[in-house]
């Protein structure tokens, strides 16, 4: 019913830049807090950056003042754009929604997208 499409991805030199897409399409109802979690190897997912739906933002100590969270509620789009990058931000990047389905509402629900591959490597 719902599917979370990222793009962006790449193989990126340190110090480049790199702009993450995530769009949501479905039967949504509303789209909450949207965000941006990341997953290296042998580590945990953790999250990177959300924005609500009145746009307050939250970042991962480590990549603030270097990632900057927005999102299109129109076309129920989030994006990351992720400058200054370093080694240590290669990852899977995942894009996550908590969505309200027209079917389902008023309750919302947790999804996420396939994930896409930041490495960061000279």
């Known amino acids: 019913q719902v599917r979370l499409v990222e793009s962006g991805g790449d193989l990126v030199q340190p110090g480049g830049s790199l702009r993450l897409s995530c769009a949501a399409s479905?039967?949504?109802?509303?789209?909450?807090?949207m965000g941006w979690y990341r997953q290296a190897p042998g580590k945990q997912r953790v999250l990177v950056a959300s924005?609500?739906?009145?746009?307050?933002?939250k970042y991962e100590d480590s990549v603030k003042g270097r990632f900057t969270v927005s999102r299109d509620n129109a076309n129920n789009a989030v994006y990351l754009q992720m400058n200054s990058l370093q080694f240590e931000d290669t990852a899977v990047y995942y894009c996550?929604?908590?969505?309200?389905?027209?079917?389902?509402?008023?309750?919302?629900?947790?999804?996420w997208g396939q994930g896409t591959q930041v490495t960061v490597s000279s």
């Open positions: 479905g039967n949504i109802f509303r789209i909450n807090t």
């Open positions: 924005i609500t739906s009145g746009g307050s933002t």
């Open positions: 996550n929604a908590e969505i309200i389905l027209r079917s389902t509402w008023p309750r919302p629900n947790g999804y």
